[in-house]
């Protein structure tokens, strides 16, 4: 078995942080959709406007385009920051070489402009 990335949302922007909630990320329940990302899947956040890289879980965001960071997590990232999502799986060995990941961009208001597979698979 190997652990394969599955989704990415990438270059989302943070709307809102909040200390007192118990954890997770709040993503937008249609990007959530777009990139193949359950309720309570875990997910890794890297920050690019600092370096921070966490893990944690997602859940349904309350509003279109939000991405809200719970917990822990809050102290890592301020509103407005840059942030990828990445979701993973486990792959066969046989099934890895042909695995290809959901990538989802958005822009500054996290709306999705392109949803797409990688096209081929991994050069060897």
Request: net charge negative; hydrophobic share 45%.
């Amino acid at each position: 078995m190997r652990i394969m990335l599955k989704s990415k949302i990438h270059r989302a922007r943070v709307t809102a942080v909040n200390i007192d909630y118990e954890g997770s990320i709040g993503i937008d329940e249609k990007l959530m959709w777009e990139a193949d990302i359950l309720p309570y899947e875990q997910v890794q956040v890297l920050n690019l406007n600092n370096g921070a890289r966490f893990t944690t879980y997602a859940i349904k965001g309350e509003k279109d385009g939000e991405i809200c960071l719970n917990g822990a997590g809050a102290r890592l990232a301020a509103k407005g920051d840059t942030i990828i999502i990445l979701a993973y799986c486990q792959v066969e060995d046989d099934e890895a070489l042909n695995f290809l990941p959901k990538l989802v961009y958005v822009d500054a208001r996290n709306a999705v402009v392109e949803s797409k597979r990688l096209i081929g698979a991994i050069p060897f």
